[in-house]
């Protein structure tokens, strides 16, 4: 992608009514747009970002065995009063036809899923079984805030799973925590564990994936030097005090919540009255864990947790592009046009060996101008061509997390990043 082709273009300033770094960055660097209050566009190099993500969920659940599916966002107000859920929960939008019907935005989808699955599910053959949807999801929150880490819009993967016995069902929910902190750390996110209540399902088990952040808005206790930490709100233990498990100590911080996993028990399946044969011919009602991990939620998170005060830091798997190609042009015409013809070559050689490569090809702004957009955007790889890098013998190379740059050939460079 070349930056004068790109639709969406980076701003110079942040914006002013930025809430939060993610809010901040994600905005100026236009990977995302508002279009109201928690309500946002994905931009192309947003859009990139989000689908890598997706891809790495995708990747890590498929090997689980979970089958994908798209369930639909406008949904029968029927299914919610089955459940009690349509007056209980306070976030669903309700939608009203010009018919004297209405409707709910799913805000989740137990209410399709568990007649969904019910319907396929005739005889203990048939589980366990494991569906799972990258789906945008509707809550009427009452304050939409910090950018995209709490939203009225928001991506969601979801995950359902289906069992004849409770054993088989924490089976299942140990390998996907497992598979949890896989994605969470292929996306750059060091993701705690966090025994929690079981929200408006009857709690059998529950755990957040929680990220230590000041924009979280959860109170978590964590060990400094360990995985253990605790919702403030169940904590048996308090900052200060030592960690049951290492022996540092506890701190008091903040936390967003990336992911929710469920033991939901029979709570929907009995109501929706779905039920299978077991070995013996007798009718029975399958256990169902619900897992949840928030897309959007999560590239805000990914921000919030790798950035710097130039921009963001984009860890290698979900960055939009693996390179950032910046010409410098010179005063001099003849040194410009030579530098644009040897970077349009190396641009089209990265792009044929199949490298990720964004090159600011602009004429008309400053050094210090691509510097700071280079920085803002965030791309692992920074390669700088200037008359000054040719005369020293090739190109600038530079990671974004680095201080330091180093000069190679220009032969060199396909080699190099190939190798990173
Ligand atoms: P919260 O406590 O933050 O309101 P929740 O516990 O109600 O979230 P869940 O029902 O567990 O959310 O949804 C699963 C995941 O979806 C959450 O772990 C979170 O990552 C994401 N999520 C929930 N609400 C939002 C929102 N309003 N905007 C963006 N992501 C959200
Ligand atoms: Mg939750």
């Not at 950018?147 to 016995?165: I, N, P, Q, T, W």
């Not at 920085?375 to 008359?387: A, E, H, K, N």
Request: hydrophobic residues 40%; charged residues 25%; glycine residues 6%.
């Amino acid at each position: 992608m070349k930056y004068t082709q790109l639709l969406s273009k980076p701003s110079k300033a942040a914006p002013h009514e930025a809430d939060s770094i993610n809010a901040k960055f994600l905005v100026q660097g236009a990977f995302v747009r508002q279009e109201m209050a928690g309500v946002y566009s994905w931009l192309p190099l947003g859009l990139r970002v989000l689908n890598k993500v997706q891809e790495i969920i995708r990747e890590e659940l498929n090997a689980l065995g979970a089958q994908e599916i798209l369930m639909p966002a406008l949904q029968p107000k029927e299914n919610w009063e089955t459940t009690g859920r349509w007056d209980s929960v306070d976030v669903l939008f309700k939608v009203p036809s010009q018919t004297d019907r209405e409707y709910a935005l799913g805000p989740t989808h137990e209410e399709i899923v568990t007649p969904l699955v019910g319907s396929f599910v005739h005889s203990y053959k048939d589980l366990p079984t494991a569906v799972y949807q990258i789906q945008t999801k509707y809550r009427d929150e009452l304050r939409a805030k910090s950018g995209v880490l709490r939203g009225r819009e928001f991506g969601m993967k979801d995950l359902y799973s289906f069992h004849a016995s409770q054993e088989d069902l924490e089976r299942f929910y140990e390998l996907v925590k497992q598979a949890y902190l896989r994605i969470f750390k292929r996306c750059g996110l060091d993701a705690k564990i966090v025994e929690a209540s079981g929200g408006s399902f009857t709690k059998k088990f529950s755990h957040e994936f929680q990220v230590i952040s000041p924009a979280g808005e959860d109170n978590i206790i964590a060990c400094s030097k360990c995985t253990f930490a605790q919702n403030s709100e169940i904590a048996t233990y308090q900052a200060d005090q030592a960690c049951p498990l290492c022996g540092a100590q506890l701190q008091a911080v903040k936390g967003i919540e990336i992911g929710n996993i469920f033991d939901l028990g029979t709570k929907f399946t009995s109501v929706f009255k779905v039920g299978y044969t077991d070995e013996q011919g007798e009718r029975q009602t399958p256990l169902m864990a619900c897992f949840g991990i928030g897309t959007t939620r999560l590239v805000g998170a990914i921000v919030e947790s790798n950035h710097d005060d130039k921009g963001i830091i984009w860890p290698e798997e979900v960055a939009p592009y693996q390179i950032h190609l910046v010409t410098i042009q010179s005063k001099d015409v003849d040194a410009t046009e030579q530098i644009m013809s040897t970077v349009s070559s190396l641009y089209d050689e990265m792009v044929e060996a199949g490298l990720q490569v964004f090159w600011d090809d602009r004429t008309d702004a400053s050094a210090g101008e691509k510097l700071a957009t280079s920085d803002l955007l965030g791309l692992p790889v920074r390669i700088l061509v200037s008359q000054k890098s040719l005369e020293q013998g090739g190109v600038e190379i530079k990671q974004r997390n680095a201080d330091e740059a180093e000069i190679i050939p220009i032969l060199d460079v396909i080699e190099r990043l190939k190798e990173d």
